[in-house]
């Protein structure tokens, strides 16, 4: 369990991370969202003890981390943004240099790790000739070397291709089967397909927290329809229909017929309304479907006018 009770953080001037309360049960995997410079990273490096805040504290497993580095480190593993490996190393080199880092890795913990990220066939490389795909896998062994209960993971990710990414998430999966896992990412897909829960920060600050359908049901405050229909005048016809707030006509449609948006409020089911009156008035629907509100528009209604050059990917990868 990892529990951020009032956490700061300043740089200078740049406040990093603003009085943010947070508590991650055990097993849970969490998706960790926010503009670039919303505070992911530094929360993360607080977290795993590697930067200390200016006020609040951070329990791990109940153990504050400012207190006890060594008992919340070992139950921690880390894969830091932008995954620092050395380079000239080969990987057997590497993980035999992190093993000598963590005392409590125990026998065995190299091969165990090897085999659950999929790296035998690296296993004498040197890191420099490694695929970006690879170094990931290299980078989650040594994160999961002393089997520790927690999994920390920055932008893990980040730089991969389409495939590359795919399978790191399903690697992830994997490993953070029976693990509590905080993962950051710009890629919402990614939270879709692997997390269980959402956080979004902005600015420093908590502005949600909540698995992903209660995040997009609340986002939900209206529900948007669009019909295209033959017939006459139906735009007057759909405004009369209970729940209706709105009705937009748009240009475009094929001669004779009229494509709209119908917003109604948020519990209002349209589409069997629609049909109804679509066969009272003898028009013909040639197209019905309900606009889903998604994580891209949930994500940017809740930090719009944040760092522009905050890039959100929805993840068409997959
Ligand atoms: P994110 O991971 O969400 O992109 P960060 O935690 O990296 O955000 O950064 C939050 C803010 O703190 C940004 O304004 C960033 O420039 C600043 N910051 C982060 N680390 C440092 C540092 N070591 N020195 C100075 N400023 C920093």
């Not at 990710?157 to 999966?173: C, F, W, Y």
């Not at 902005?202 to 927290?209: E, I, Q, Y």
Request: with cysteine.
């Amino acid at each position: 369990m990892i529990e951020l009770q009032n956490v700061k953080k300043s740089f200078g001037d740049t406040l990093a991370v603003s009085d943010l309360s947070l508590m991650i049960g055990e097993g849970q995997v969490v998706g960790f969202l926010g503009p670039n410079g919303a505070g992911k990273s530094t929360t993360m490096r607080m977290i795993t003890g590697f930067l200390a805040p200016d006020a609040g504290q951070i329990l791990v497993n109940g153990e504050s981390v400012l207190e006890n580095p060594r008992a919340t480190k070992s139950l921690i593993g880390y894969l830091p943004e932008n995954n620092p490996l050395y380079e000239e190393m080969l990987v057997r080199d590497y993980l035999r240099f992190t093993e000598q880092l963590r005392p409590g890795a125990g026998t065995g913990a190299i091969e165990r790790a090897v085999a659950q990220t999929g790296i035998e066939t690296v296993y004498y490389r040197p890191i420099s000739e490694l695929s970006k795909g690879f170094r990931q896998r290299v980078g989650l062994a040594q994160a999961i070397l002393h089997q520790p209960d927690i999994l920390i993971l920055d932008e893990p990710t980040e730089g991969l291709d389409p495939n590359q990414r795919v399978e790191i998430r399903s690697l992830i999966k994997e490993i953070g089967r029976k693990r509590t896992v905080v993962l950051s990412t710009h890629v919402l897909q990614e939270v879709r397909s692997t997390c269980d829960r959402v956080i979004i920060i902005d600015k420093g600050r908590l502005v949600a927290d909540a698995d992903i359908e209660t995040l997009m049901s609340q986002a939900q405050g209206a529900k948007h329809v669009v019909v295209e229909v033959q017939g006459s005048k139906p735009d007057r016809a759909i405004q009369g229909l209970p729940g209706v707030l709105s009705v937009e006509s748009h240009s475009g449609a094929a001669r004779g017929r009229h494509r709209l948006t119908v917003t109604a409020e948020g519990d209002a089911e349209l589409r069997p309304l629609l049909f109804e009156l679509a066969k009272e008035h003898d028009w013909t629907i040639w197209e019905l479907f309900q606009e889903e509100v998604s994580l891209e528009d949930v994500f940017r209604h809740l930090t719009v006018g944040t760092e522009r050059d905050t890039e959100v990917t929805g993840g068409a990868d997959d």
